[in-house]
């Protein structure tokens, strides 16, 4: 019952992988000066409708990378091999292959490095790439996931806003309908129902990387919780599912 469905699997790291990018390319002024110039789009795609778009510079068009099972989206989305078909769907087909390959491989590289002590930089940098990928699986987890599906759907409806306090750049809500989950990133405001908050960078880094339990944070004042309590608890079981999936 436990086991995710490949469609979950794939579902989970191709949301979580394309939030990464753009959190990057709006945050990484090295990166994006790396990419081809030009505005540009890649759209991933797999049966059944599951897709995601990333979009470049404001770009529409450009390539169309299809998936024909799902575990290939899984396994090459991880750095695997994996079987993708390519199809240009605009002149800037190269520039597009190019800049996703790029990007991707920067999120990956980003996402294996350890801040080292003292670098409050390199630990901020860390911290908004944890959270988006937190927030972003907490989203497709419970859209996707057969298991939460039983577990999950108690959460009361409305808006949680997650943020690290003080810091516009690590902040996101999600929406909750009933049947569905959304994320907005950086788009955090005070017309939520619920509020998870970290005390500051170093605190939510430790949260997220397991380093340090989120109950003892609650304890002493570094995690704080606001408004419907039940919508934050509803939060944890999908953290920790995501954390399984993503291995």
């Known amino acids: 019952m ?23 390319l709006e945050s990484d002024e090295g990166l994006r000066a790396s990419l081809p110039s030009g505005a540009y789009a890649v759209a991933l795609s797999a049966p059944e409708g599951l ?13 169309s990378l299809f998936f024909p099972r799902w575990q290939n989206m899984t396994s090459l989305l991880s750095g695997e ?7 240009p ?27 080292v002590d003292g670098d409050v930089e390199g630990l901020e940098k860390k911290t908004r790439l944890l959270l988006t990928a937190a927030l972003r699986g907490v989203c497709e ?21 997650v943020r690290v306090a003080d810091r516009p750049d690590m902040c996101g809500v999600l929406t909750l309908d009933g049947k ?17 908050e970290f005390r500051d960078p170093s ?34 079981p999908l953290l920790d599912r995501f954390g399984e999936i993503m291995g």
């Open 51 to 63: 897709r995601r778009k990333v979009s470049f510079n404001g770009g529409r068009s450009g390539v």
């Open 2 to 24: 436990r086991e995710p469905k490949p469609k979950t699997e794939a579902a989970v790291r191709s949301g979580v992988v394309v939030s990464l990018i753009e959190e990057m």
């Open 203 to 236: 605190v939510c880094y430790a949260v997220l990387t397991g380093a340090e339990p989120a109950l003892g944070a609650l304890g002493d004042g570094r995690v704080m919780i606001r408004g419907r309590l039940p919508m934050i608890q509803g939060l944890f």
């Open 180 to 196: 569905t989950m959304t994320l907005s990133r950086r788009d955090y405001t005070d017309r939520v129902n619920a509020v998870l």
């Open 89 to 115: 769907s605009g002149t800037a087909f190269p520039k597009a292959v190019k800049a996703f390959q790029k990007a991707a491989g920067a999120v990956a590289s980003a996402m294996g490095e350890k801040p």
């Open 141 to 161: 987890v419970y859209n996707y996931d057969h298991w939460v599906d039983v577990k999950a759907r108690n959460i009361p409806a409305g808006r949680i806003g």
């Open 81 to 87: 091999k994996g079987t993708v078909i390519p199809l």
